[in-house]
């Protein structure tokens, strides 16, 4: 129900703009989440936003680089990504819950619907 796509190899420095497409169901009602996950490392959230697009959350590691929005009219979310480093490297997912506001964002157990994962690499 969750197709995230966008991935793709790029040099450090470089951009990518990840889509997260639902179907068979709406979620305009859904704070949706962007985690990744690193070889040998813990899935970790990189943004969120409420089902309005009214209220955003980044992690530290990316505020300033990382961009998400929604387009509810067509049931997408986004993430863009610029001056990507190779500690960005990693399989991104995208996430939905009617959980989730501004202070549990970061909880990836309050999350419902988990997209496939796109990855996203990053070459020094």
């Known amino acids: 129900q969750l197709q995230a796509s966008g991935g793709g190899l790029v040099q450090a420095g470089g951009s990518l703009r990840l889509s997260c497409a639902a179907s068979?169901?709406?979620?305009?009602?859904?704070?949706m989440g962007w985690f990744r996950q690193a070889p040998g490392k813990e899935r970790e959230v990189v943004a969120a936003?409420?089902?309005?697009?009214?209220?955003?959350y980044y992690a530290d590691s990316v505020k300033g680089r990382f961009t998400v929005s929604r387009d509810n009219a067509k049931n997408t979310v986004y993430l863009q990504m610029n001056r990507l480093k190779p500690e960005d490297t990693a399989v991104y997912y995208c996430?939905?819950?009617?959980?989730?506001?501004?202070?549990?964002?970061?909880?990836?157990?309050?999350?419902?619907?988990w997209g496939q994962g796109t990855l996203v690499t990053v070459s020094s």
């Open positions: 936003i409420s089902w309005s697009g009214g209220s955003t």
């Open positions: 996430a939905a819950s009617t959980r989730v506001d501004s202070d549990t964002y970061y909880r990836d157990s309050r999350y419902d619907y």
């Open positions: 068979g169901r709406t979620f305009i009602a859904y704070g």
